[in-house]
């Protein structure tokens, strides 16, 4: 396995287009996190599903924004009439779940997105 | 919400020095995971500590969880330019990350 994959890795978009990324995990993790990162910040948790069950959603996330695990293996993040404030890293992170809390997580490489 | 404060945000020093960063909270954690972050990279987990007053150690990193389970520290012996990095720490289930200590070890 290669690890967590996401794509794009850059993305640029003009303010009030709608943007899709896609996370890919390693196989047989069951979590998928989905966390926005700016310059210099930890990573701030977006939301996380449990198989295809999405199991918490950050408060600071938007309706402009929704993810999907349709069938329990990759995600996508969708973000809706895109603002200058979503500029951001996007990053996925995937890990074994059940009742380990402590379980390592995996990160990809991220997406880039810059809104002009 | 269970928040985590890191200090110092930034920290400049030479190849060789010692150094400690620390991860704070008002809250109590069952858990802390450190992670170091690269440029240009997702985040790369190094130590999870789960009882109170446990020190692991990872070669030159020593990682301390408090013994009230609300803070934890992380000492760098001999710093190496190879340390520099964005150094996080984050509770349980990975829901909460702290901002982070940057940290640059000058050659």
């Known amino acids: 396995d290669t690890g967590v994959s996401q794509n794009p890795r850059h993305k640029i978009t003009k303010r009030g287009q709608n943007v899709t990324f896609r996370c890919d995990p390693i196989s047989e993790h069951n979590r998928l996190y989905w966390y926005r990162q700016t310059l210099g910040q930890g990573p701030e948790f977006l939301t996380y599903?449990?198989?295809?069950?999405?199991?918490?959603k950050s408060r600071l996330l938007s309706d402009r924004f929704s993810a999907e695990r349709p069938k329990g293996s990759f995600s996508t993040l969708e973000i809706q009439r895109t603002e200058q404030g979503d500029s951001a890293m996007y990053l996925c992170?995937?890990?074994?779940?059940?009742?380990?809390?402590?379980?390592?997580?995996?990160f990809g490489q991220g997406t880039r997105l810059t809104v002009v | 919400t269970q928040l985590l404060e890191q200090s110092p945000q930034f920290l400049s020093i030479q190849e060789g020095e010692n150094l400690t960063v620390y991860c704070n909270s008002s809250s109590v954690f069952s858990s802390l995971q450190w992670y170091r972050q690269e440029p240009g990279e997702g985040p790369v987990l190094l130590v999870t500590v789960v009882t109170g007053g446990e020190v692991k150690k990872l070669k030159r990193l020593t990682f301390q969880f408090g013994d009230a389970r609300k803070d934890s520290s992380l000492h760098i012996t001999a710093a190496q330019p190879g340390d520099t990095g964005l150094y996080l720490c984050a509770g349980p289930r990975q829901l909460t990350f702290g901002s982070g200590t940057q940290l640059t070890v000058l050659p």
């Open positions: 992170a995937s890990s074994l779940g059940g009742d380990r809390l402590n379980t390592e997580a995996f």
């Open positions: 599903f449990q198989n295809e069950a999405q199991l918490e």
